[in-house]
């Protein structure tokens, strides 16, 4: 049987299960958006009961994302054997109990720990969910799709911030952590009962019951069974490589590199904005208010940058949508801490900066898994965030240590602008290469005998 029931669907309209299955993913990244950032608008308290430094705010900062490096390299790529489902429900165990845990620490290290745990569970959960996005997506609102799904963590980043104004000051910042630990709990319950298989994946690797769960998800989409599974056909010797190896094989090597170090570029400069903004402000003469605020607003123009991003790639090519977004960024971060002093603009420029700084990482989300096929697509996706993750994870730190000794704010971000700039040339390299290589294998398909 020659039936390619991938292609099908990537030529078909979406269907309302599609778009409900990509619903599922946005209110994944709201839990994680929520797990992620709470850190950020707790910290200010947290610091306060400590006594912390500097530094040793920007350790917890750095742990969540540390975490979240460890589980996109290591977990995520777990989702190529065993599936995207059962990857994404053992990460919300692990993100939901650790959760709770932060609510009953008696010190900053132990703290630090659990973020790092919780970490793991959201690095699992984002990569996976992000390729199982991607995966029930046709091909003309897949990016759209995908940079929808990101819209999740700037909602949840923005519920972080809101529930923080309105609970900190009379339940305490513990507070905050137990609320995420239950809502992930809950997500995992709905999960459970709702989240389906990849079926790419269930082509690619065949388990048990594969034949069956495919026809379940062929007739919710609208689409006719399968009598049999199709034929698999070996494109390549690469199966019998190693999987790391794979991501460097022929064209992908190049591919690959770009998007390693584009990550590492955005997020970087991401969880330096999302991070210290509101106790930067805070230092600068704001109100503590104003600060968490100024955070809110950042996190709330994120949830308009990731759609943004996805309806600008349904009318241009992506790499180019994305470049347009980063050369903004850099822009808003440049004038920031220069409009700062005036609270009404700076809250202005702080729902620009999100909504362009999200969209740029809703764009390399929504790039990551075209890049690779869906053998191997779990894995070079957590491998790409994962390395990304580095970046994330110095960046908190780095600007802790600037700031103890001295640098001003504005200089700060000025350096943080310029990483954007630098990430503009890997983008539009990668895509390059990309559409190169698209349009040797076309030739290829057209010339074979």
């Not at 989702?79 to 008696?106: E, N, P, T």
């Amino acid at each position: 049987m020659n039936r390619d029931v991938l292609s099908e669907i990537n030529q078909n309209k979406m269907s309302r299960y599609q778009w409900f299955v990509i619903s599922i993913c946005i209110c994944l990244n709201i839990i994680d958006g929520f797990d992620v950032m709470v850190m950020a608008f707790t910290a200010p308290s947290v610091s306060m009961e400590w006594s912390l430094s500097g530094a040793q705010i920007g350790m917890l900062l750095s742990a969540g994302l540390f975490g979240m490096a460890a589980g996109s390299i290591f977990l995520a790529p777990f989702a190529d054997k065993v599936g995207r489902r059962l990857l994404i429900l053992s990460c919300l165990v692990i993100s939901g109990l650790s959760m709770l845990a932060c609510a009953f620490v008696d010190n900053h290290n132990t703290l630090a720990l659990l973020r790092f745990i919780t970490g793991i569970g959201v690095g699992g959960i984002l990569a996976s969910s992000n390729v199982l996005a991607s995966e029930y997506a046709n091909g003309q609102w897949r990016s759209l799709a995908v940079s929808l799904m990101s819209t999740g963590y700037g909602i949840g980043a923005t519920l972080g911030g809101v529930l923080s104004l309105a609970l900190i000051e009379q339940l305490g910042w513990r507070s905050i952590f137990l609320a995420g630990g239950i809502a992930t709990i809950m997500m995992l319950f709905v999960s459970i009962w709702l989240l389906p298989e990849s079926l790419d994946y269930l082509l690619a690797k065949r388990p048990k019951q594969a034949l069956k769960q495919i026809n379940i998800t062929m007739q919710r989409i609208g689409g006719s069974t399968l009598s049999a599974l199709p034929h698999q056909v070996k494109t390549s010797t690469a199966g019998n490589k190693g999987e790391l190896v794979k991501l460097f094989d022929g064209h992908l090597r190049f591919q690959t590199l770009c998007l390693w170090f584009a990550f590492f570029l955005v997020m970087f400069g991401f969880y330096f904005v999302m991070s210290w903004t509101p106790k930067i402000l805070l230092s600068m003469g704001m109100s503590a208010d104003q600060g968490v605020t100024t955070g809110i607003l950042i996190s709330i123009g994120g949830i308009f940058g990731a759609a943004i991003i996805g309806l600008l790639a349904s009318r241009i090519k992506i790499f180019y949508a994305l470049s347009l977004f980063l050369g903004l960024t850099a822009v808003c971060v440049f004038l920031f801490v220069a409009v700062s002093t005036h609270v009404s603009i700076a809250l202005v420029v702080g729902l620009l900066l999100g909504t362009l700084i999200n969209g740029c990482v809703a764009g390399l989300y929504s790039i990551s898994p075209t890049i690779y096929d869906a053998e191997i697509r779990s894995r070079g996706v957590g491998y790409a965030i994962g390395f990304g993750r580095i970046g994330a994870i110095l960046s908190p730190t780095v600007a802790g240590i600037f700031l103890d000794k001295g640098i001003a704010p504005a200089t700060l971000y000025a350096y943080y602008g310029v990483v954007f700039i630098l990430a503009i040339f890997l983008i539009l390299s990668l895509g390059n290469a990309f559409y190169r290589n698209k349009k040797e294998q076309n030739y290829s398909l057209k010339t074979a005998p």
